[in-house]
Structure formats: structure tokens, C-alpha cells
């Protein structure tokens, strides 16, 4: 499947799991588009993934320009507190719509668990074809590396939901109520 045919395929299923999908930007775009987001939501914390690596300090650099609070590596009850979790993703699977987000401690998945709003920065060049190829990716990554590098793993597809409550769907019970995925070129 080409590039073009993927990133299509990823936006259409994305969106089709309640995702809000914007781009592909650059990565300066997607960085004022994350802090526009945030000053507009009226947020006031946001936690910023390690996994953002070279973004991270611009996009903290953006939110403390518009008086917002970034933080890093937060510990559960603080993540909990706050309005938006930002994380980038290791991978993108364009069949369902799926973020893959990992890291070597929990605080790596929290941003995409706890806030009421999760914001992730994708690279399009991330974007595989299926969950077995992006599974089979993780599984390579994860075994050349050391076990440190990739012991929590999230699957991200679209905002939180559940029907528990007397069989009705629900949206951000039992996490991030909006998922907004910001394409970077």
C-alpha cells in the first residue's frame, strides 16, 4: 500500500473511532497546534510524554509561552490532575485507527490513560498497514533493545468507552474523553 493510501486509511479509521485527526503538518504547526489546543480547552496542566523526544522541549517551551504548566514524568495522582496528557507514538496502525504508545515506565502511558483530553503527536512515516505488522514491529523493537526500554505498551484506539453502564456507550469513563491526533510530515 502506498504512503498516500495508508495515511488515508489511518485518518478514515481514526476518525471513524470518535479520533479527531488534523494534518499532516510540520512539526512546528503540529507543536502551535497542541498549544492552541490547550489554551482554547482553557487547560491548565499539561503532561508532556517523553516520547515527544525532539518535540518535547518545543512543545514545553510553547505551552509555558502562553502560561500554562508542563510537566514530565508526573506520578499517577498528579497525572490524574491533569487537563491534557501529550504523547507522540511509536507507531500508527492504519487498519483500525490504532496509536501504539511505549516506554520504559508507567509515566510513559499515563498521558494517554489519565488526563480527560490526550493530544498525540504522530509521525506519518510511523504508520504501518495492520495490527499483526505493528505487533510484529513492537515485538522486534522490544526484543533488540533491552527489557528496560519497552516494558509498558499501550494501544490507543480512539477516545475511551465503555458500555458497563446499563449498556449504554459511554465516552471518558474510565479515561481521556477526546483523543486528537496531530499528523507530522
Known sequence: MKREELIARFIAKATEAGARVQGPSTRDEAVSALARMAR????????????????????????????????????????????????????????????????NSPSAILPTMLPPVHVAMVETATIVASLDEGLALVRDLALGQSVETMRYVSLVT????????????ST??????????????
Open 158 to 169: 480512539g477516545p475511551s468507552r465503555t458500555a458497563d453502564i446499563e449498556k449504554t456507550l
Open 172 to 185: 471518558g469513563v474510565h479515561g481521556p474523553r477526546d483523543l486528537h491526533i496531530l499528523l507530522v510530515e
Open 40 to 103: 482554547d480547552m482553557g487547560a491548565h496542566r499539561v503532561i508532556v510524554g517523553a516520547d515527544l523526544l525532539e518535540h518535547q522541549w518545543k512543545v514545553m517551551a510553547a505551552l509555558r509561552a502562553l502560561d500554562l504548566v508542563p510537566v514530565t514524568s508526573p506520578p499517577a495522582d498528579e497525572a490524574a490532575e491533569a487537563d491534557i496528557g501529550a504523547t507522540g507514538a511509536m507507531l500508527a496502525i492504519a487498519e483500525t485507527g490504532s496509536l501504539v504508545v511505549a516506554g
